[in-house]
């Protein structure tokens, strides 16, 4: 594989996925004062090291620029330096602590169990095209919308990273059975849920923070976390040498936002 190929159409994917949602933030602003300016926080599950996160500093510059600086977005990282953490970004967001949120649809379950189903799981929505065909094409927006607007927030879709990697392990896993009561980091939702009662494996639902210095202490015997890509980031592959793939459970997954 040409790594630096995949590399640039990645990130020009992740341009042309956040440009509506840009487009949408600066029509915001549109029947406002000429020169009244707007700032915005955007609290992030994303690590600082991330692309995910790096790309978010890129969208707001973007706007910054687009908007002649009458709305400028300052883009938090998951972890010591975040406003809100995991779950509570949602909370966050209907609250106005923040003006914008980032992460992905599973982890606001709490608050309502069908976001579980706006995230990819067994044996619905089985890749990126089925995902994007959902929300663009058919009522994904707009059914997601009618789960957040009452909470006085807007929801969009941010960008689709893929399939789930898979699980990176301490040990050897050639199965489910190999799963047997070990601690699995895995988002909320029903791919927890699923892989939970197919396994028999305890899943934690860990922020991306909290995950490596879990497993460097022996708290998780396994991990899945987002492609191939973000598992490199956190250097989980330095920590578990074994792997089970695809990741069957969540074969493709979207990030997304809320807007306040």
Known sequence: MNTSKY?????TARFSLLIPTIVFLLSACSNSESNKTFEWKLQSQAVESSVDYQQLIVMADKVRVMSGGRLDITAYPGGAKSLASGPDIFNAVRQGTVQMGNGWPNWWSAQDPAWAVMNAGPFDL??????????????????????????????????????????LSREPISGLDDLENKKVRIGPGLPSEVLAEAASAFTIPLTP????PALESGELDAVEWTTAGGAWELGLNDISPFAIVPAIWQPSVVSDFLIN
Not at 7 to 11: E, G, L
Not at 135 to 140: K, V, Y
Not at 209 to 212: C, Q, S, T
Request: no cysteine; charged share 25%; glycine share 8%.
């Open 126 to 167: 089985m890749n990126i095209d089925a995902s994007m065909i959902f929300f663009f094409e058919e009522q994904g927006i707009k059914l997601a919308n009618q789960l957040s607007e009452p909470k006085g927030i807007v929801w969009r879709p941010a960008w689709w990273p893929g399939m789930e990697f898979g699980l």
């Open 209 to 212: 923070d909290e995950i490596r």
């Open 7 to 11: 590399s640039t159409y990645s990130k």
